[in-house]
Nanobody, 123 residues
């Protein structure tokens, strides 16, 4: 499975960004998808996940109510809409997938990872 993330950039606090992650090499509808992030000097952390059909989502407490994960199985793409961004959201964001298993908040369960897209939120 190949994952290609895009959409990162520089934004002011309070602004919005939408990340995209295009998957190839496997039947997308059998992949549970997730986003995680890694800030400088910190460990990678879970951000959001979505089930294979898109009916179930999970969020880290730190982003709940501000971020929305969604997917378009016809386009083999998962999205992360990020609103009300804060400087502490600054990180490299990675998409990940797990094959034929449920979505989970445990990032160690994911089989494949994209290359990351950088998000910088200025104060």
């Amino acid at each position: 499975v190949q994952l290609q993330a895009s959409g990162g950039g520089l934004v002011q606090a309070g602004g919005s960004l939408r990340l995209s992650c295009a998957a190839s090499g496997h039947t997308f509808s059998t992949l549970a998808m997730a986003w995680s992030r890694q800030a400088p000097g910190k460990e990678r952390e879970f951000v959001a996940a979505i089930s294979r059909a898109g009916g179930t989502t999970y969020y880290a407490d730190s982003v709940k109510g501000r971020f929305t994960i969604s997917r378009d199985n016809a386009k083999n793409t998962v999205y992360l809409q990020m609103n009300s961004l804060k400087p502490e959201d600054t990180a490299v964001y990675y998409c990940a997938c797990v094959r034929s298993r449920p979505a989970t908040t445990r990032i160690g369960e994911y089989d494949y990872w994209g290359q990351g897209t950088e998000v910088t939120v200025s104060s």
